[in-house]
């Protein structure tokens, strides 16, 4: 049987769900989603392989203006991932009035000279006649190779969305084996589980502040798995409310994140977790790389 394959990257302002989609095309938890913006820092790849297809799709972080070193990287990854791909998806929320980040990125699209896929996500809170006047303002600007709307989070769209993207793969091996389902390391994947849970327990700009570094992750003959986690954050008042009182937050956390990456791994998992402050750690190009943000 001849194989066929495609790269397609998803690209989005932050906050407009690109994470929560991967999860649903691929069919499992491998971006970690929150409610707050900005919580891609990498680009991630999500791996669909059926029968003679695999489709790799590329989550990268919300399209933003940047503060920070750490914030210019992830603009740079979102640049470099709309080059050499087969297709792109513009995710955008159902809103007739096109911003200047997706002004910025219809740019980009343009000089990548992929096919553009509009996914119009959050279908689940506009009625279906409103989505005309979305489509309608974006086919004024850009000459889409076509239109699926989705709902992320409840997974609607999604198997036309498959069907769409399927139509531009290409004769080609597997670019994976084809029972992966992301390129990310295990202990990468699970630093972004703890990162996840950090941003949905704290408030604020709290969670932007941190960074998790696996300093160890191994496993024993009983199939358990042990991994130690640092948590990095920039100021010792953050620390303090990481913690939180008599270790009650951090065990929280810690408690929530163990149970996802025994989810992932599909063993039981010991973690221990400490934190440390690092300030500015989001302008030091030392530290950015350190944590994997190459």
């Known amino acids: 049987m001849s194989q066929k394959s495609a790269m397609i990257t998803i690209v989005g302002r932050p906050n407009v769900g690109k994470s929560t989609l991967i999860n649903h095309l691929v069919g499992e938890k491998i971006a970690i989603v929150s409610h707050k913006p900005q919580t891609t820092r990498n680009r991630i790849c999500g791996i669909v392989t059926h029968d003679d297809t695999q489709l ?26 709309v080059t050499d791909v087969d297709a792109a998806l513009l995710l955008v929320e159902p809103i007739a009035h096109i911003g200047p980040q997706e002004e910025e990125l219809l740019g980009q699209l343009r000089a990548a000279h992929a096919p553009v896929i509009l996914v119009i996500n959050k279908i689940d809170t506009v009625e279906k006649e409103n989505l005309l006047a979305v489509i309608a303002a974006y086919a ?27 139509r531009h793969a290409a004769d080609s091996p597997f670019l994976f084996p084809d029972d992966m389902t992301t390129d990310q390391p295990e202990r990468q994947v699970m630093a972004e589980i703890i990162r ?8 604020r700009e709290i969670p932007h502040g941190t960074a998790v570094e696996i300093t160890k992750f191994s496993e024993r003959d009983s199939g358990v798995i042990d991994i130690d986690a640092t948590i990095y954050c920039e100021k010792a008042s953050h620390k303090g ?6 270790g009650s937050m951090l065990k929280k956390i810690s408690t929530e994140a163990r149970e996802d990456c025994e989810r992932f791994m599909g063993t039981k ?9 690092k300030e500015n750690w989001r302008d030091s190009q030392t530290m950015i790389r350190n944590f994997g943000y190459e």
């Open 269 to 277: 998992v010991f973690l221990q977790t400490w934190v440390k402050v």
């Open 56 to 81: 790799v799709f590329v989550d990268t972080p919300g399209f933003h203006k940047p503060r920070t070193r750490l914030g210019d990287y992830m603009n740079n990854v979102v640049h470099d991932s």
């Open 196 to 203: 996840e849970k950090l941003l949905w327990n704290l408030e």
């Open 241 to 246: 409310i990481i913690i939180g009182k008599n």
């Open 140 to 166: 004024a600007k850009f000459e889409f190779d076509a239109v699926v709307p989705v709902s992320a989070k409840f997974g609607d769209g999604i198997p036309d969305l498959l069907r769409e993207c399927a």
